[in-house]
T-cell receptor, first 115, second 110 residues
Framework: GAVVSQHPSWVICKSGTSVKIECRSLDFQATTMFWYRQFPKQSLMLMATSNEGSKATYEQGVEKDKFLINHASLTLSTLTVTSAHPEDSSFYIC???????????FGNGTRLTVT | DAKTTQPPSMDCAEGRAANLPCNHSTISGNEYVYWYRQIHSQGPQYIIHGLKNNETNEMASLIITEDRKSSTLILPHATLRDTAVYYC???????????FGTGTSLTVIP
């Protein structure tokens, strides 16, 4: 159990366009979802924490108007990279947490390439 | 921000035990120790977590010192598929932020 599905697994887009990434918890209700980005040979950097039905909490230095997060239901959160630029090219990973003290479960990531 | 320190890299012979250390000297009383691993270009995989007592599951064992300032993840019989970056994370209860440190890159050698 505790499967997190992320879609798409990879995407290529042109500079200036927007890209939406979906994160779904398939077999549990996720009270909290987290979004990370990871550059090559680096660790995961937390971008924002998303609670169902409320606004996301962004980490310092992460532009909330550029990285729009919507957590509309207990099984779905979306990250939209708006007006993407080549420097936004990265590996984006989501994770979801069940209610109660349990470990986070991670999606398999989305490789975004902005040309 | 990450509250753990780990060696950047380690090697282990296939079939031998891999012992990965983690220092978390500023851990609070309500913070758990979590271990994850990440194989190249995949999402992190949960391994094990604990609060005070040692824990064991089908993947690994977690040994936490009595003062809780450090822990060791033990993979009892390392295989080539255990080659990955291993992350040690401390975190309090549900809903709190989950920060990754730099991790340990484990290479299992044939």
């Amino acid at each position: 159990g505790a499967v997190v599905s992320q879609h798409p697994s990879w995407v290529i887009c042109k500079s200036g366009t927007s890209v939406k990434i979906e994160c779904r918890s398939l077999d549990f209700q996720a009270t909290t979802m987290f979004w990370y980005r990871q550059f090559p040979k680096q660790s995961l950097m937390l971008m924002a924490t998303s609670n169902e039905g409320s606004k996301a909490t962004y980490e310092q230095g992460v532009e909330k108007d550029k990285f729009l997060i919507n957590h509309a239901s207990l099984t779905l959160s979306t990250l939209t990279v708006t007006s993407a630029h080549p420097e936004d090219s990265s590996f984006y990973i989501c994770s979801a947490e069940k209610r109660g003290n349990s470990p986070l479960h991670f999606g398999n990531g989305t490789r975004l390439t902005v040309t | 921000d990450a509250k753990t320190t780990q060696p950047p890299s380690m090697d282990c012979a296939e079939g031998r035990a891999a012992n990965l250390p983690c220092n978390h000297s500023t851990i609070s009383g309500n913070e758990y120790v979590y271990w994850y691993r990440q194989i190249h270009s995949q999402g992190p995989q949960y391994i094990i977590h604990g609060l005070k007592n040692n824990e064991t599951n089908e993947m690994a064992s977690l040994i936490i010192t009595e003062d809780r300032k450090s822990s060791t993840l033990i993979l009892p019989h390392a295989t080539l598929r255990d080659t990955a970056v291993y992350y040690c994370i401390v975190r309090a209860n549900t809903g709190n932020q989950f920060y990754f440190g730099t991790g340990t890159s484990l290479t299992v050698i044939p």
